[in-house]
């Protein structure tokens, strides 16, 4: 059984003088080593909306999952009691980084034992909810554009690049590299 749901990190707690609890830092830290076993070049943010997908072993009761799925708010849809890491595994993340005014999806990773089971789909469906249309972008390999195709993204041609705002340019030029290209996308309205 997998169950999705947003990271409170130590820096979303409700009040900035609230310390982080233990469960939260204990929360980052796993969240961290993922990354770092999985897309060692990723640097997450304390600053990113990032929503985790966990395998739940059996100790994780229904009604116990239900207190984690409640949100804090709508914008960031934070939510506290997340499993913790000794009840639940990370096998999926995607990151939500706020560039200005504007959405720039990162980081999306599953776990290599857990990929082609369609949990990267699923992510991006309980994503959905928080994400900008016109105003929500993300830099892919060109062997993924057909599944955020399937979530309503559109790629951008390279000649209207330069058309983009220049926040999104700049970061785009940032991780664009001849040996390792990338392909800019950007979510469109459901017909």
């Not at 016109?134 to 057909?146: A, E, V, W």
């Not at 993204?153 to 940032?174: E, G």
């Amino acid at each position: 059984m997998f169950t999705t749901c947003w990271v409170t990190t130590p820096m979303t707690a409700q009040h900035k003088n609230d310390k982080p609890s233990p469960e939260q830092i204990q929360q980052w830290s796993a969240l961290k080593l993922f990354y770092r076993q999985h897309m060692s070049y990723a640097r997450i943010s304390l600053k990113e909306s990032i929503a985790v997908m966990y395998e739940n072993n059996a100790s994780i009761t229904h009604a116990n999952m239900q207190s984690v799925l409640k949100p804090q708010n709508k914008l960031t849809s934070t939510v506290s009691g997340v499993p913790s890491v000794t009840a639940a595994k990370i096998v999926a993340a995607v990151r939500i980084k706020h560039v200005g005014q504007y959405q720039l999806i990162s980081g999306l990773l599953v776990a290599p034992d857990n990929r082609h089971k369609g949990l990267a789909t699923k992510l991006l469906h309980f994503i959905a909810p928080t994400l900008v249309i016109q105003k929500c972008f993300l830099f892919t390999h060109s062997n993924l554009q057909r599944l955020y195709q399937q979530q309503q993204f559109n790629t951008v041609p390279v000649q209207d690049i330069t058309k983009l705002p220049a926040d999104i340019v700049q970061l785009y030029r940032r991780y664009h590299h001849e040996a390792r290209p990338l392909v800019i996308m950007q979510l469109q309205q459901k017909p």
